[in-house]
């Protein structure tokens, strides 16, 4: 079955509003969780690393106000996209790492749409 | 069974030696993308190839894809131990969503150099 959800899977929003999207380990206690953002042309792009109760590690070039997340739990990481525009219109994707071992395993994806 | 095999799965080298690792898919690779991964990190970008017979390089790893486009390789000259982490491939297995869907990823190498 699917160690790793993500919710939704695809959302549509307007320009100028927040969207949230969750990702939840289902199989294991995740104390590492990534997000990633699928471009066309360089495929997935790391953008932060989410660590359970600390503050999540920002790729360079990713704006921290604008891409939000939170690891609130050992099985919750959210990202909130903040003040969408259409150029965020992307697919995000997160995995999990359970920290015994350095395998990830990979949400299905959210497909976001800015209007 | 796997869209997307790897091999070998567990590669150890001693530092200076050349290895080669490959990716194989019974289907056509629409774009093939080639990423690094340190334990605890997230995927690194390395190359992506899309057309048949395309090589690339960058610094000692060269990563070419067939002209069928049904296999993949990537291979590094003269190993560090920078090299050493878990290598992944991934693939659009689909024309008309390249870059638009969610990858399908290999079952990942994990290369070990020895100093």
């Known amino acids: 079955g699917a160690v790793v959800s993500q919710h939704p899977s695809w959302v549509i929003c307007k320009s100028g509003t927040s969207v949230k999207i969750e990702c939840r380990s289902l199989d294991f206690q995740a104390t590492t969780m990534f997000w990633y953002r699928q471009f066309p042309k360089q495929s997935l792009m790391l953008m932060a690393t989410?660590?359970?109760?600390?503050?999540?590690?920002?790729e360079q070039g990713v704006e921290k106000d604008k891409f939000l997340i939170n690891h609130a739990s050992l099985t919750l990481s959210t990202l909130t996209v903040t003040s969408a525009h259409p150029e965020d219109s992307s697919f995000y994707i997160c995995?999990?790492?359970?920290?015994?071992?350095?395998?990830?395993?990979f949400g299905p994806g959210t497909r976001l749409t800015v209007l | 069974s796997q869209e997307l095999e790897q091999s070998p799965q567990s590669l150890i080298v001693q530092e200076g030696k050349n290895l080669t690792i490959n990716c194989t898919s019974s289907?056509?690779?629409?774009?093939l993308y080639w990423y690094k991964q340190k334990y605890g990190e997230g995927l690194i970008f390395l190359m992506m190839l899309q057309k048949g017979g395309e090589e690339k390089s960058h610094e000692k790893i060269t990563a070419k894809l067939d002209e069928k486009k049904q296999q993949s390789s990537l291979h590094i000259t003269a190993s560090q131990p920078s090299h050493a982490g878990i290598y992944l491939c991934g693939a659009d297995l689909s024309l008309s969503n390249f870059g638009n869907e969610k990858l399908t990823f290999g079952t990942g190498t994990r290369l070990t150099i020895i100093p």
């Open positions: 995995s999990v790492s359970r920290g015994d071992t350095d395998t990830q395993y």
């Open positions: 989410s660590n359970e109760g600390s503050k999540a590690t920002y």
């Open positions: 289907k056509t690779l629409y774009g």
